[in-house]
């Protein structure tokens, strides 16, 4: 793919939104996976032959710039954005650690994505692409821009350090139920290490509750503490009963559709069309305007 000026210029224009989330160009460089001196030449505006296209594509794939001219998706003010987006901030603002486990496509993972968007010192990790317990620890720290290569006990190490050091940093863990067990040990130490000085949010679906509830029946080391850590209880944003939930998904799915759709889109039909699903109504809208 080519990337063209106009590419480029939407990518430094969030480039340098994301900036003062960063204590530092070189940690923010780290973070985007280039180095200082080529992150420099670019804010200075030389663009020619320093990044590759996989670079610049990789820099807005991590900045969620799209490459296409599709209209701005518009955040609406959910139960569920509302819900979580206050989760977030009260672990960030106390050094806390929650838990939730809900059901699937209610828009968790983009309320935690618009977070760390606007909240500096807030990094949003998909674990289910960091499983190991390596993978995981080099990915948290290439975030925040600590450096993610060499010995895995100095990266460690260096991102405790890190942790400490910060004010309120947030790490939220999406996905979390696909983390293999040594991560699961190693959060529980990097918890320890930071505790009250680092936020924590652990998401998944409900097969995250299941994996935790069934690892501390059969008594596997870890988890209970894992458990207690996390607030000794699974947060939900959606009712318990399933009657109740599907009326809060119509309800959700209609804020986001209204939100985003276009003059003539018939709302009621497109949700029914979508089963109120927001991605499958992100999916055809974006479709609509193709």
């Given at each position: 793919m080519n990337i063209s000026k106009e590419i480029k210029e939407k990518v430094v224009e969030a480039m340098k939104e994301r900036r003062p989330h960063y204590a530092s160009d070189a940690k923010f460089a780290v973070a985007l996976g280039i180095s200082s001196s080529q992150y420099s030449?670019?804010?200075?505006?030389?663009?020619?032959?320093?990044?590759?296209?996989?670079?610049?594509?990789?820099?807005?794939?991590?900045?969620?710039?799209?490459?296409?001219?599709?209209?701005?998706?518009?955040?609406?003010?959910?139960?569920?954005?509302?819900?979580?987006?206050?989760?977030?901030?009260?672990?960030?603002?106390?050094?806390?650690?929650?838990?939730?486990?809900?059901?699937?496509?209610?828009?968790?993972?983009?309320?935690?994505?618009?977070?760390?968007?606007?909240?500096?010192?807030?990094?949003?990790v998909d674990c289910s692409q960091v499983k190991s317990k390596q993978r995981l620890i080099r990915q948290i720290a290439r975030e925040f821009g600590v450096g993610s290569f060499g010995r895995y006990s100095d990266v460690y190490a260096d991102l405790v350090f890190y942790l400490r050091s910060l004010p309120r940093p947030l790490v939220i863990l999406d996905e979390a139920g696909d983390l293999d067990y040594a991560a699961f040990l190693e959060l529980k130490a990097l918890w320890n290490a930071t505790e009250r000085c680092c936020g924590w949010y652990m998401m998944g679906a409900d097969g995250l509750r299941e994996k935790i509830r069934r690892n501390i029946e059969y008594k596997k080391v870890g988890y209970e503490e894992i458990f207690s850590r996390y607030g000794s209880r699974y947060q939900r944003a959606t009712p318990e009963s399933e009657k109740e939930t599907q009326e809060f998904k119509r309800l959700h799915a209609a804020l986001i559709a209204k939100a985003n759709a276009g003059a003539g889109v018939n709302i009621q039909r497109l949700i029914a069309q979508c089963d109120c699903s927001p991605r499958r109504i992100y999916d055809e809208l974006m479709k609509a305007n193709r």
């Open positions: 030449r670019v804010m200075r505006g030389d663009w020619e032959r320093v990044l590759s296209d996989s670079n610049w594509i990789s820099i807005a794939r991590k900045l969620e710039v799209t490459l296409n001219a599709l209209p701005e998706w518009k955040t609406a003010a959910t139960p569920v954005y509302e819900f979580v987006t206050g989760q977030l901030q009260f672990c960030q603002d106390n050094g806390s650690s929650r838990m939730l486990c809900d059901v699937a496509d209610i828009g968790k993972t983009y309320t935690a994505r618009c977070y760390v968007r606007s909240h500096a010192n807030a990094v949003y």
